[in-house]
């Protein structure tokens, strides 16, 4: 999330700052960086839940550290109403 609002990306609007309380910065994730993401947390399941057009590959990105093993990877930003 913090890489997308930095870059200006639209649609990442990360209206709590990255408390993972909005689901403002949803976004789905392509394979094969998908699969190599730690699992969801209880409440990024929650607040995914809230999100308009979850879908199975469905991440909030403020929950994303960027690693080396995540280098490239292709994020589609999902509608966040920003
Ligand atoms: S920035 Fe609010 S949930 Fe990610």
Redesign the pocket.
């Known amino acids: 999330?913090e890489a997308a609002v930095d870059a200006d990306v639209d649609g990442i609007?990360?209206?709590?700052?990255?408390?993972?309380?909005?689901?403002?910065?949803?976004a789905y994730i392509a394979e094969p960086w998908f699969a190599r993401l730690p699992p969801l947390s209880d409440m990024?399941d929650a607040?995914l839940d809230s999100a308009t057009g979850r879908r199975a590959n469905s991440r909030?990105?403020?929950?994303i550290e960027l690693t080396d093993e995540l280098t490239g990877i292709e994020v589609h930003v999902a509608d966040n109403g920003g």
């Open positions: 999330m609007v990360a209206e709590c700052g990255g408390a993972c309380a909005c689901a403002t910065c949803h990024e607040m909030l990105t403020c929950q």
